[in-house]
């Protein structure tokens, strides 16, 4: 099992960047995919955007893809989501999720297929 943590969200202004890091501690982080998700008031938890355990594949929500990049440094057990042009609408609490894989290109995109959470970071972006 790995234990995840997220840190760096916040209250920004629409427009602005975050960067959000996701901390793992336990089994060898660089077995895991990892997978960002998010859920708003009242609605159902989306997702974001994952990557491989390599590193070399990453894939993207349609709502964010060329405003946020997910990348990773496995030395020190950390996947980074950097959001830049943030929205209104990209209010929500964002959770990191990882799922042991012996594929290392593999990245996954659907919640249940993920293992371990996070407890999430608030993010706010005022208009």
């Known amino acids: 099992q790995v234990q995840l943590v997220e840190s760096g969200g916040g209250l920004v202004q629409a427009g602005g960047s975050l960067r959000l890091s996701c901390v793992a501690s336990g089994r060898t982080f660089t077995s895991y995919a990892i997978g960002w998700f998010r859920q708003a008031p009242g609605k159902e938890r989306e997702f974001v955007a994952a990557i491989s355990w390599s590193g070399g594949s990453t894939y993207y929500a349609d709502p964010v893809k060329g405003r946020c990049s997910i990348f990773r440094d496995n030395a020190k057990n950390t996947v980074y989501l950097q959001m830049n042009s943030l929205k209104p609408e990209d209010t929500a609490v964002y959770y990191c999720?990882?799922?042991?894989?012996?594929?290392?290109?593999?990245?996954?995109?659907?919640?249940?297929?993920?293992?371990?959470w996070g407890q999430g970071t608030q993010v706010i972006v005022s208009s």
């Open positions: 999720a990882a799922r042991f894989t012996g594929h290392s290109g593999s990245v996954y995109r659907q919640g249940w297929e993920y293992e371990e």
